[in-house]
């Protein structure tokens, strides 16, 4: 995985300033809110949503299982329909190969679709290191860029920022990346919406290049399939001559049929609609609307270590919709940026030290970004048992030692022991009974000190239970 966010703080130190931004709760707190409640609705709608849940959770575990058979299977289809497959091992491996790629067209810009795995490897600052620009087309990845910024959110990239922010941002930044924005532009949604059009519609018309990802991948007939709300993503698709797609291995489902489920999960998930505004799927080239040379890049960057993982590669069902994030209390009140990763919120928590390792701070401390509520369990449209996994990785992290875990293995042995006898437990809460009044009131220590920066610890009983209940009840 690209080391773009790499060197960050650990998730409790950033998450302790993004709680301070008063601005950034109130965003998260609306958005996720506003979306949580709509797909609440969309879903609802639905008999049969246990079923489709069940339906996806079964086709992404056994596709999984067969993840070389399909793999094959993709490239043998995607090659006989025209197209071109490249394997990269690590991010490293498939900058360089789209890099090449689009040196070979002889293009110096390319349009992009909103892509997780082009933003996981790093692609747009690769790019740029070759003097290529990369222009991003969905509106919020838009925002972003226009920015300087970086997304926090797996659907709503820019869901950190208000209409007043966007305004400024293209006021200030359009004109730099080409069309500048209209005079007097205001912050209603629909003057921002138009002057992003305008603004990318220039863009559209002479990239000779597209870059994408994929939702799917379908094996059977090498079919790659893009979901999107604003058409940015069919433009991406159609009208550059060289199409190039970069995708994440585990993204393949076996056969066309398999897409109705996820098809039916996902919009309504994801922006709670009954179905995607666009749904774009190709196949191979084509000499009239779609791209005349097509290469498909599939990464792997850590997917095979996670696939190892009997309890961790649950991870690698996802399918993006985000409604984890929504649900999660902790993610509304730290936002996205605290995780360190493209990949936020409680399945970045997940996917994100699995992909990376756990040997950086950052990802040593995201399984600990939880409270292990379960909501985000009973949303997900593929059933991953986000919590579990959380406390499988937190195993992992506590086993690679450190002072905090050492100590913590010191504290539980020596408590092993001491319920272990009897005698000592007794006599220890006699001591402790007799001294309460000497007690702090809260924990020392930048450990035990954090459980009671906001609560007291419980006071003392005058006498123990033991004793108590020798007394009344002998």
């Known amino acids: 995985m690209s080391g773009t966010y790499l060197g960050m703080p650990s998730f409790p130190k ?11 709760r109130a965003n998260l707190k609306h958005a996720t809110h506003t979306i949580r409640d709509k797909r609440a609705k969309a879903v609802a709608e639905l008999d049969d949503w246990a079923l ?3 339906a996806g959770k079964q086709i992404k575990d056994h596709t999984l299982r067969h993840l070389d058979t399909y793999l094959v299977q993709l490239e043998e289809a995607v090659t006989a329909a025209g197209g071109v497959v490249h394997w990269a091992a690590d991010a490293d491996e498939a900058n360089r190969i789209v890099t090449r790629l689009v040196k070979e067209t002889g293009e110096s810009e390319v349009v992009k679709v909103k892509s997780m795995a082009t933003q996981e490897i790093g692609l747009n600052e690769a790019l740029e290191a070759a003097g290529i620009a990369a222009y991003e087309t969905d509106l919020a990845e838009l925002i972003v860029q226009l920015g300087h910024d970086r997304p926090s959110h797996i659907l709503v990239p820019a869901i950190h920022r208000n209409r007043g922010e966007i305004r400024d941002i293209f006021a200030k930044e359009m004109g730099e990346w080409g069309r500048p924005a209209p ?20 863009k559209f018309l002479r990239a000779k290049v597209g870059i ?33 797609s970069v995708v994440g291995i585990e993204k393949i489902v076996p056969t066309w049929r398999d897409l109705e489920v996820f098809l039916q999960t996902l919009p309504r998930s994801s922006t709670a609609e009954r179905m995607n505004p666009y749904t774009s799927m190709w196949t191979g080239t084509t000499d009239t609307d779609g791209p005349q040379t097509f290469h498909l890049v599939l990464i792997d960057n850590g997917r095979t270590d996670t696939l190892a993982d009997e309890v961790g590669r649950q991870a690698l069902r996802c399918i993006r919709c985000s409604a984890c994030l929504n649900v999660c209390p902790v993610y509304e009140r730290a936002g996205g940026h605290a995780y360190g990763s493209v990949y936020p919120g409680p399945i970045g928590a997940i996917l994100s030290p699995q992909l990376r390792g756990t040997a950086s701070k950052i990802d040593a401390s995201l399984p600990y970004a939880s409270s292990l509520c379960g909501a985000c369990y009973e949303v997900c449209p593929v059933a991953i048992d986000i919590p579990e996994v959380l406390v499988h990785l937190r195993e992992k992290v506590a086993d690679q030692g450190g002072k905090g875990h050492h100590l913590e293995k010191a504290a539980i042995k020596a408590v092993g022991w001491v319920l272990d006898h009897p005698g000592a437990l007794a006599a220890g809460e006699r001591v402790a009974a007799k001294t309460r009044k000497l007690h702090p009131r809260k924990l020392p220590g930048p450990g035990a000190g954090q459980w009671t920066n906001s609560r007291d610890l419980p006071e003392m009983p005058a006498e123990p239970f033991r004793d108590w209940w020798k007394k009344n009840r002998t």
């Open 14 to 24: 950033a998450a302790h300033q993004a709680v301070g931004n008063a601005t950034l």
């Open 52 to 54: 489709l849940r069940e």
């Open 183 to 202: 005079e007097g532009l205001t912050d209603t949604p629909a003057e921002l919406a138009e002057a992003a059009r305008l603004h990318l519609r220039e």
């Open 212 to 244: 994408s990802g994929a939702n799917f991948m379908v094996a059977e007939t090498g079919t790659l399939v893009v979901v999107e709300s604003e058409g940015n993503g069919r433009m991406c698709l159609t009208l550059p001559e060289t199409l190039i």
